[in-house]
């Protein structure tokens, strides 16, 4: 039993064939423009550019944000590491944040008391004392399905002047107190990789409020050409443009973007009472302002989640730990990195179960009584 598949259900063949038919299967076509506008106006955005990947669109979005070589980005340390190799890619140095160990996201409290302890106001930007930089930028991941605590967070923006650029690639259809994840940033990123809520094989999205930003991120994915017809270039840009067949896929995907969320819930709901009162397992956290999509279901063991891990895969169950924090991966070693205690503990005790859209209830509950089993 996979830990997490694409699901497809809908109309991704009649809109691929189209595609195949009409011959606009390349980074021109309808389904490309459809797929951004539709996108766009699920999240509630004016504006939103399509991408090759999740990673094309965290770098594009670093760049829009005006990121620059040396400057420093806040950012989670408890994440899968493409955000945090974008920030890389632009030149930037993460300020690595522990995760909060409630609802295992971004701690914003240690984000205020670096902002407020450790920088310093120069003029209208922001510096860190220690290493000089210009802090520019914080990358919230809304890791696993569930918000990062917005509210404090985009405070700490404002009051300080730093851009907010929402991961938002794990947690599509997710809430923050009623507003919807994704548009809340200054820019905002989603992943369609085929793990994510939704797939297009491959291929990343940008919102934005923001038409200049768009316009930009729109002008770098497509090599910064500045002429419609000649070959001239006032910039380095970038092929991060997503093909017509991929948005296509998209374009179907989206139409069940509802029903999924929703199968998601009822998985979680029902993992959750599974899991009620039992020792040693802790089912995945929902902070009361928040609306987790519960994108892949997560529970806490009291020790070791490798030898459960092993257990369930001896009876063909398929199940993940977390990802090894940042500061600990051979690349990120010397980065600052604000507590991390909270995610190397988090890394060893978590484990990930089966949670495809379209799991069974008979396969669900395999899964509980082999994870009973394993723990006890
Ligand atoms: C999946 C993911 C991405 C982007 O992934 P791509 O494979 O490049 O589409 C970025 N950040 C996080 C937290 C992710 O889980």
Same mark, same amino acid.
């Given at each position: ?82 955000? /945090?190799? #974008? =920030?890389?890619? @632009? ?5 690595? !944040? *522990?995760?909060? &160990? ?32 210009? /802090?520019? #930028? =914080?990358?919230? @991941? ?5 918000? !990062? *605590?917005?509210? &404090? ?224």
């Amino acid at each position: 039993m996979p830990l997490c598949t694409p699901y497809i259900h809908g109309a991704e063949w009649d809109y691929v064939k189209d595609c195949l038919d009409s011959g606009w299967v390349s980074y021109v076509g309808s389904y490309v423009e459809r797929f951004e506008k539709e996108f766009a106006a699920k999240i509630g955005m004016a504006r939103a550019v399509a991408t090759t990947s999740g990673t094309a669109a965290l770098h594009l979005a670093l760049l829009a944000a005006g990121v620059e070589p040396d400057d420093e980005v806040i950012v989670s340390a408890l994440t899968f590491i493409a955000p /945090v190799n #974008a =920030i890389r890619y @632009v030149g930037a140095h993460p300020v690595l !944040v *522990d995760a909060e &160990p409630q609802f295992w996201q971004m701690d914003v409290g240690l984000v205020e008391s670096f902002l407020n302890g450790n920088c310093e106001r120069r003029g209208t930007e922001l510096f860190n004392k220690r290493s000089g930089r210009r /802090v520019k #930028a =914080i990358v919230p @991941v809304h890791i696993l399905g569930h918000p !990062v *605590d917005m509210a &404090p967070l985009l405070d700490l923006a404002r009051l300080h002047g730093l851009a907010v650029i929402e991961d938002a690639t794990e947690s599509l259809g997710a809430a923050y107190r009623g507003r919807k994840i994704g548009s809340m940033g200054d820019l905002s990123c989603f992943s369609f990789n085929g793990n994510k809520l939704l797939t297009t094989g491959g291929g990343g999205m940008v919102v934005t409020s923001s038409q200049k930003k768009a316009d930009w991120v729109r002008y770098l994915s497509t090599q910064a050409k500045d002429d419609p017809l000649e070959y001239v270039h006032e910039n380095i840009g970038y092929n991060y443009r997503l093909t017509n067949v991929q948005a296509a896929i998209g374009c179907a995907q989206l139409e069940q973007c509802d029903a999924y969320v929703e199968n998601k819930r009822q998985i979680a709901t029902r993992y959750r009472h599974a899991f009620a009162n039992r020792d040693g397992i802790t089912a995945m956290p929902e902070a009361e302002w928040a609306e987790s999509a519960f994108w892949l279901y997560t529970v806490l063991l009291d020790g070791d989640s490798r030898p459960v891990l092993r257990a369930l895969e001896r009876q063909n169950i398929q199940t993940r730990p977390l990802w090894q924090p940042i500061h600990l991966n051979t690349p990120y070693r010397g980065f600052e990195v604000l507590g991390g205690e909270v995610a190397e503990d988090l890394c060893r005790r978590c484990l990930s179960l089966p949670c495809s859209v379209n799991l069974t209830e008979a396969e669900q509950e395999r899964v509980v009584s082999a994870l009973l089993d394993a723990v006890s």
